[in-house]
């Protein structure tokens, strides 16, 4: 058995800035509404006619494989996770291994929103630690400011999403005591309309439903949440999971060094810090400039500790996170 290793981070988001303020412009909200609730300041969205999810975790990919000190080549499998493929139909994964000029190696798509990355990075460790693989690259990449309601009536979501990717090569790694120690998934699909996207789908309203029944006022295309809900579920799913993962390696929150949660809420990281009883230099949050990019929340935010030195050889990384399905996960990580 081996570990897999994170030896390669990179991540992409768009140039277009828009602010609390900008939109005020189109929806009735302000900045100080927003920043009250959600902790977030701006979000990076794709200009129509630029970037799709494919072409920003392009981005982010290569910048993550010549960082790893690899060839593109030396990839052996590819997992994308997202909620905002280009297309129904194929998945990103083999967009991203067509556009990188890769070898015809597999590519798996993971649907698990919020958690994407963390259900990602977990099922590449285990394809690692098995020996069938050895350089793995995983993708999370949102476009979802293309499909948000923009007016007063989807103010409540539309404010918290941005758009962006990251992405991470994990490679083999023969020394047990580093890289990821464990992952811990888990889901509860009682809830799973408490956040959830309804259409197009084949279960209730497929295209030719919503053509024919042309109805302006349809919301099941748009995203709909049940935000205290959520955040009441997400508080005790990410505590527990942390902690599952600490005492799965004998380990305690004393020894963290950084932890990265799922860039949702900045109420959400804040509580969970206050109750580990970390301090602001062992959480790194990002929201405040990305908003929520859901399952590239994490590799967007890890790359971005990283670069800033806040993450160092031998430090405890703790990766968490909650969102839609209810799906949630940790990964424990010995850099």
Not at 75 to 86: E, H, N, Q
Not at 97 to 121: E, H, P, W
Not at 322 to 331: D, E, L, P, Q
Request: proline residues 3%; contains cysteine; charged residues 20%.
């Amino acid at each position: 058995m081996y570990n897999s290793k994170i030896t390669g981070l990179g991540y992409f988001v768009p140039e277009n800035v828009v602010t609390n303020d900008d939109l005020a412009k189109v929806m009735d909200t302000n900045d100080a509404w927003i920043q009250e609730r959600t902790g977030i300041k701006e979000r990076r969205h794709v200009v129509k006619g630029g970037d799709t999810t494919t072409t920003m975790g392009v981005k982010a990919a290569k910048i993550a494989i010549e960082r790893a000190g690899i060839d593109k080549d030396d990839i052996d499998f590819i997992v994308f996770a997202t909620l905002s493929p280009d297309y129904y139909f194929p998945g990103p994964g083999v967009l991203v291994q067509r556009d990188l000029g890769i070898k015809t190696v597999g590519a798996l798509d993971v649907r698990n929103q919020c958690s994407g990355f963390i259900y990602a990075l977990s099922v590449a460790d285990q394809y690692i630690k098995t020996g069938m693989y050895k350089n793995i690259l995983v993708i999370g990449s949102e476009l979802h400011s293309h499909g948000l309601d923009m007016t007063t009536r989807g103010r409540s979501v539309s404010v918290i999403f941005g758009d962006g990717a990251g992405a991470a090569v994990l490679s083999r790694e023969e020394d047990t005591s580093k890289g990821v120690l464990s992952t811990h998934l888990h889901s509860e699909g009682q809830h799973a309309e408490e956040l959830s996207l309804i259409a197009p789908g084949m279960g209730k309203r497929w295209v030719t439903d919503i053509i024919e029944d042309n109805d302006s006022e349809d919301e099941s295309y748009f995203p709909y949440m049940n935000g205290q809900f959520v955040f009441k579920n997400a508080v005790v799913r990410f505590s527990e999971v942390i902690m599952e993962g600490l005492k799965t390696n004998n380990l305690t929150p004393e020894d963290i060094n950084m932890l990265v949660p799922h860039q949702a809420n900045l109420r959400i990281s804040q509580f969970i810090q206050k109750k580990f009883g970390l301090g602001d230099d062992q959480v790194f949050n990002n929201i405040m400039k990305y908003g929520n990019t859901t399952a590239a929340s994490i590799p967007i935010a890890l790359t971005e500790a990283w670069e800033s030195g806040k993450i160092k050889e031998g430090d405890l990384v703790v990766l968490a996170a909650f969102g839609s399905g209810f799906t949630w996960g940790s990964a424990i990580i010995k850099w």
